[in-house]
Each structure stands twice: as structure tokens, then as C-alpha cells.
């Protein structure tokens, strides 16, 4: 076992500077930690990382960086983007600090393309000529799916560089997020190196830089600090969060239904965070991709299905061959697992089948009748700026009539950059919030705008609190 003054991941995903952390060898937060590289000729990120460092982390990471859940970095608010700026800041210290080896860490992922002992020996290479300084070793974990961790191999092949082998994918009743055994990865990181505990320092530094902050607004102690810092957070909620809820709750009207169709899940999402369950329509777990799009499967519901479905493994939902609309269907499926066994996705697209022509009747029947309907329709910003936006509302308002509706509001969501751009009329209303989720995390709470779908659930209400059924698929992961 060797000790490093510094060891770092490099790839391929989160899961390597994960099982890092999980071996005690990597003590604070770096570049590479939640930080995926979309890189078509390179699946396995290395020669797209390796420019960016010999950049000095300046070109390339705000381009081609995506966080988790699929955000681009670019796309990242402020604060998302200074702590970023704050790892690179880090990474660049320790690595001027450290006097005489530091270790590079590569590690396979069963959910993509992996790099080669070649690549890795180039990224070695690139490396050391970016810090000569100091030597740059190199461990490379390889997926061997025949090996396991038992009868691992660890392979020295010269110049610090180690590569060793076994299988590390996660047991799929693990159902972790991270397609690896973190246990097992740390466990053979650990046989082979250690680190120094460089945390220290930085510990110091950051002290140094509370006490200035302490300094810049006049506090004293750590514990004035902490309520000047909770007293700010709590204007700025006042400010903007409460305002809008009490804003809504004048003006709140109570509905028989609150029926979300669409773009994507995000309505549904918050109205079950709000009023904790969801009265679904066909589209509530839908993603589609316009207006028109919509309307034209309102007006002909009978087209949904009627050249079969295909599971799309990108999105992990179930793709209308008529009407290009995906579905989600019940069955809980790792996009870093694989493809379900086919058995479960009959069983599942079976069921879609089934429960899409009941709730098809259901939609018909609720829109014609006398009772009461909150219709929330979420507008893709694209579309809400685009010349015809307000032609495209029509038209989806039109083929909910003809489908019978009466006695509703359409409710049409935009983002607050949209304001503005799609126009009230008869039976129809305009709201905004600051922003929707990223497509690839619609089911994330932390995300978006939770103040402004809590403001806009509290304008449109439901009369009665119906029982959750079951729990709701993002409820399970």
C-alpha cells in the first residue's frame, strides 16, 4: 500500500469519487464529483476532462458538464455554479501543496462505454506533464463481469500505474442510484493506497474565511453569525415565497377536479407534493412534446396505442408509436440496471394498456359533465415564446371542447420568462413561476419553483381530499 499526498477521482461517473469518499481517500468535495461529461466520441469522459484541466478548468466544464438528474452546468443557478468554482479553486490548491505523489482514480460504470488500459496510460500521460511537479500515479478499476471481488486481480503495469479487476456492479437488489457496489470499489481502493489527512489545512482556511465574513457584517460570535444568516433567509422568503401563497389563497377557488394533462409530469408531480395525491388523467404521467400535439390526441383519443407501444430505455417510459406521447408505466426501472426482463414489460405495458383506455373514458366523462374543473396544462418555454403560442392554446382549448369539456378553466403554466407571451380568454387563465424542473428531473423537489406551484395549488384547490391509493412511483426510488 502506497500513501499519496492526494488522490482524486477522474471518472467515469459520480460513483467513483463516491466509493473515494466511502475508503476515506478523498476528504472534501472536488471538480469531478457530481459532474458528468456529455461527450459523444468519448463515453467514458477522459480526453473531454483531461482538456478541461489542461484549460485550468476554463473552458469546456459550463458547455459540456452536466450535474445529476441531466442539468447542464451552464444551466446551474448562481449559487450551483460558485460552489463549482469553489471545487476548482480546492483542486487547484492541493495539488500545488502536494510535494511527492498524488493518485489519479478511473473507475468503470455498467451503464456506459468504458475507457481502456491505453487511454488511461495516455491519461496518465497528460496528467503528469500538467503537474510535473510531482508524480502522477494512476488506478484504473475495470468491470470484469466474470472475476469476482474475491479472485480480484491487481495488475502493476509500471510507472505508478495500477489496474484492477472484478465485478463491481451493484446487486439489483441493492437499488442504489449508483450502478456500482460502493463497498466492494472502496474496499480494493483501500488494498491499494492511502492519504494523508490534507483536510487540515483547508479546515483552517475555511475558519479564516468565517471569521471574515463574521468581520464583514458584524458579528461577533459564530452563533450571532449563524442569525444574521437565518434572519436574511427568512426576508427573502417573506419577500418572495409568502407573498405569492397569500397573494393566491384571496383569490382561491375550490374545483370538483383538478386535472393536470400535461407537458410533462410536473404538474401532477407538485399538485401530490401539495395536496398529497393526484386525480389522474391519460397525460398527468405523460411527457409530449407540443401543444398540437395534444390536441390532436384529444380530439382523437382513440389513436393512443393503436400501432402499440415501445419501451424507450433513455427515459425508462413507454413510447406511442402513433402519437410520438411517452407514458410511464408502474414497473420501477434503474436506468443504470438495464432493460427489465421481458416478462415485466409485458406485464407492464399490458397494464398501460389497460389503465390509459380507463382513464380516457374517465377524462371524457369528467370534462362533459356539470361539475367543476381546474385543467393545469404546463407550457414548455420554447413553445410559449414561439409567434404562434397563443394559436397553439386555441387549438388545445378547442379539442378539449369538442371533447365535451364544460364548466372548466384552463389553467396554463408558463415560466416566469414566459410571462406575458400566452393570452387569457373565455374559460382560460395565464400563471407563472420563476422556473420548471429540468425535463430529466421533473420529480425533483428541490428543483424548480416549489413556492410557485405551492401558490398556484393554493389558488386552484380541490373540494374534497381524496385517498392516496398507493404510494406514486418517485415515492418508491
Not at 375550490?254 to 407534493?273: Q, T, W
Not at 408558463?414 to 407571451?421: H, L, S, T
Amino acid at each position: 500500500m502506497k500513501k499519496y499526498d492526494f488522490i482524486f477521482g477522474i471518472g467515469r461517473d459520480g460513483g467513483c469519487s463516491a466509493a473515494l469518499r466511502q475508503a476515506g481517500l478523498q476528504l472534501l468535495s472536488l471538480p469531478w464529483d457530481n459532474i458528468d461529461i456529455a461527450d459523444k466520441t468519448d463515453a467514458s469522459g477522459l480526453d473531454a476532462k483531461l482538456k478541461i484541466m489542461e484549460s485550468g478548468f476554463k473552458e469546456g466544464i459550463r458547455e459540456n458538464g452536466i450535474l445529476p438528474k441531466g442539468l447542464p452546468l451552464r444551466e446551474a443557478d448562481s449559487e450551483t455554479k460558485a460552489q463549482y468554482d469553489r471545487r476548482v479553486e480546492r483542486f487547484d490548491a492541493l495539488m500545488k501543496e502536494s510535494k511527492e505523489c498524488v493518485l489519479a482514480v478511473y473507475m468503470d460504470s455498467p451503464a456506459a462505454a468504458n475507457a481502456d488500459v491505453g487511454k488511461c496510460q495516455e491519461a496518465q500521460k497528460r496528467l503528469q506533464a500538467l503537474y510535473p511537479h510531482v508524480k502522477v500515479d494512476f488506478l484504473m478499476l475495470s468491470l470484469d463481469y466474470d472475476r469476482p471481488f474475491s479472485e480480484r486481480a491487481v495488475d502493476d503495469l509500471g510507472d505508478g500505474f495500477t489496474r484492477t479487476s472484478f465485478n463491481f456492479r451493484a446487486n439489483s437488489s441493492m437499488k442504489a442510484t449508483i450502478p456500482v457496489d460502493l463497498s466492494l470499489c472502496s474496499a480494493a481502493m483501500r488494498s491499494v493506497a492511502s492519504v494523508r489527512d490534507y483536510s487540515a489545512s483547508r479546515k483552517a482556511k475555511a475558519k479564516r474565511t468565517l471569521r471574515e465574513k463574521m468581520r464583514m457584517v458584524g458579528a461577533e460570535t459564530v452563533w450571532q453569525y449563524f442569525l444574521y444568516r437565518r434572519r436574511s433567509e427568512f426576508k427573502r422568503l417573506l419577500s418572495v415565497a409568502i407573498p405569492n401563497v397569500l397573494l393566491a389563497r384571496l383569490r382561491r377557488k375550490k374545483y370538483d377536479h383538478v386535472l393536470s394533462i400535461g407537458m410533462n409530469c410536473e404538474p401532477a408531480f407538485r399538485f401530490a407534493i401539495s395536496w398529497g395525491f393526484v386525480e389522474s388523467t391519460p397525460f398527468s404521467w405523460a411527457s409530449i412534446k407540443s401543444p398540437l400535439q395534444l390536441a390532436e390526441v384529444l380530439r382523437y383519443p382513440e389513436q393512443i396505442g393503436s400501432k402499440g407501444f415501445s419501451f424507450r430505455e433513455k427515459s425508462l417510459m413507454w413510447g406511442c408509436e402513433m402519437t410520438g406521447i411517452s407514458f410511464h408505466g408502474k414497473l420501477i426501472a434503474d436506468s443504470g440496471g438495464g432493460i427489465p426482463d421481458p416478462k415485466a414489460l409485458e406485464e407492464d405495458k399490458a397494464d398501460l394498456v389497460q389503465r390509459l383506455s380507463y382513464l380516457n373514458e374517465k377524462l371524457t366523462r369528467i370534462l362533459s359533465d356539470d361539475s367543476s374543473k381546474a385543467i393545469v396544462f404546463r407550457v414548455d418555454t420554447q413553445f410559449a415564446l414561439a409567434p404562434d403560442a397563443n394559436e397553439q392554446i386555441d387549438a388545445l382549448q378547442r379539442a378539449l371542447e369538442e371533447r365535451g369539456a364544460n364548466n372548466y378553466t384552463l389553467v396554463v403554466v408558463v415560466e416566469q420568462a414566459a410571462r406575458g407571451k400566452i393570452s387569457s380568454a373565455s374559460n382560460r387563465v395565464v400563471r407563472a413561476v420563476k422556473k420548471f424542473n429540468p425535463r430529466g428531473s421533473v420529480t425533483d423537489v428541490a428543483l424548480g419553483d416549489s413556492a410557485g406551484w405551492r401558490a398556484l395549488y393554493s389558488e386552484f384547490t380541490p373540494k374534497k381530499i381524496l385517498p392516496k391509493k398507493h404510494a406514486f412511483k418517485f415515492e418508491k426510488h
